[in-house]
């Protein structure tokens, strides 16, 4: 079997199923019922929440975290707005007690911002967002360094779709085998910071122009050899903004980076050398069985 075969079967294998997304439909759907009932004061399942993030942009691996912005009326942000990091603190926690009608084990995050919640093996996060114009989102950022960002959230979405079209959808599949990767070698990247980094390693490359999964081998070569370049004191912008975006653990990072680059290197080598299944294994090393139960 080809390596190009064996990266298109494991790309298969990192799609969202159809059982999954009817149960995205049915969470999305029940959350639009409680914002626009609670703060809307109508019944209506079909506005005032957007899908964003890597579901959006294509780059989920299975669906293991999918995040949607809410909407709320202009009169929550007048209430909320100029208590600065109180206010987004408890606008927060006043869309939690809402959604936990409903959703009982709904919880804030880590970072403050958002309420998350878990339905049939997914999580799902929802960021509270006013709307300040057509494109514009004001949200909490409660533990940086303003209570409160103005972004247009989705303009990530339309620049990563651009170029994914532009790379005829190697980044976007590229960018979900990393995720995968990541998880693997317990690099601790965010996804919003491996789409990043995909996003700007296939900026000028020209093997990303190629359709199909011919050089994905030498994709994997490159692009840890990429970051290794950037160095642990480089940082990426989220696609589409100024917002930077950095590792938790850089110098962690560039270890696991030599050691699947240098892994990387001998699957090619061994591959070229008429060795396919000893250059498998060296992609499992990378993958876990995943990559050879397909």
């Given at each position: 079997?080809?390596?190009?075969?064996?990266?298109?079967?494991?790309?298969?294998?990192?799609?969202?199923?159809?059982?999954?997304?009817?149960?995205?439909?049915?969470?999305?759907?029940?959350?639009?019922?409680?914002?626009?009932?609670?703060?809307?004061?109508?019944?209506?399942?079909?506005?005032?929440?957007?899908?964003i993030g890597s579901f959006a942009q294509g780059t989920s691996i299975k669906a293991s975290e999918i995040e949607f912005l809410v909407v709320l009326p202009e009169y929550m942000y007048k209430r909320y707005y100029i208590l600065g990091k109180t206010g987004a603190k408890l606008l927060v926690e006043d869309?939690?007690?809402?959604?936990?009608?409903?959703?009982?084990?709904?919880?804030?995050?880590?970072?403050?911002?958002?309420?998350?919640?878990?339905?049939?093996?997914?999580?799902?996060?929802?960021?509270?967002?006013?709307?300040?114009?057509?494109?514009?989102?004001?949200?909490?950022?409660?533990?940086?360094?303003?209570?409160?960002?103005?972004?247009?959230?989705?303009?990530?979405?339309?620049?990563?779709?651009?170029?994914?079209?532009?790379?005829?959808?190697?980044?976007?599949?590229?960018?979900?085998?990393?995720?995968?990767?990541?998880?693997?070698?317990?690099?601790?990247?965010?996804?919003?910071?491996?789409?990043?980094?995909?996003?700007?390693?296939?900026?000028?490359?020209?093997?990303?122009?190629?359709?199909?999964?011919?050089?994905?081998?030498?994709?994997?070569?490159?692009?840890?050899?990429?970051?290794?370049?950037?160095?642990?004191?480089?940082?990426?912008?989220?696609?589409?903004?100024?917002?930077?975006?950095?590792?938790?653990?850089?110098?962690?990072?560039?270890?696991?980076?030599?050691?699947?680059?240098?892994?990387?290197?001998?699957?090619?080598?061994?591959?070229?050398?008429?060795?396919?299944?000893?250059?498998?294994?060296?992609?499992?090393?990378?993958?876990?069985?995943?990559?050879?139960?397909?």
């Open positions: 079997m080809s390596t190009s075969k064996w990266f298109s079967d494991f790309n298969k294998s990192l799609n969202i199923n159809e059982l999954e997304k009817i149960i995205i439909e049915k969470v999305q759907k029940e959350i639009s019922e409680i914002i626009n009932f609670e703060y809307w004061n109508k019944k209506s399942n079909n506005s005032n929440t957007k899908l869309v939690l007690v809402k959604i936990k009608k409903t959703f009982l084990n709904a919880r804030i995050s880590k970072d403050l911002n958002k309420v998350l919640i878990e339905d049939n093996g997914i999580r799902f996060t929802i960021l509270p967002t006013f709307l300040e114009d057509e494109k514009t989102y004001i949200y909490p950022d409660i533990i940086g360094n303003f209570p409160w960002v103005s972004q247009d959230i989705e303009r990530s979405i339309l620049v990563i779709n651009k170029r994914n079209k532009e790379m005829k959808n190697n980044l976007n599949n590229f960018a979900k085998m990393i995720k995968v990767w990541n998880d693997r070698n317990n690099a601790l990247l965010s996804e919003i910071l491996i789409d990043s980094m995909v996003y700007e390693f296939f900026e000028n490359y020209t093997f990303g122009k190629i359709e199909g999964f011919t050089y994905y081998d030498i994709y994997h070569a490159d692009f840890f050899n990429y970051l290794l370049k950037c160095g642990p004191d480089y940082y990426w912008y989220i696609p589409g903004t100024t917002i930077p975006v950095k590792p938790r653990s850089p110098y962690l990072l560039q270890k696991i980076l030599k050691d699947s680059r240098d892994i990387s290197k001998k699957a090619i080598d061994l591959y070229l050398s008429e060795y396919p299944l000893l250059a498998r294994d060296e992609w499992i090393k990378l993958y876990g069985e995943n990559f050879i139960n397909l």
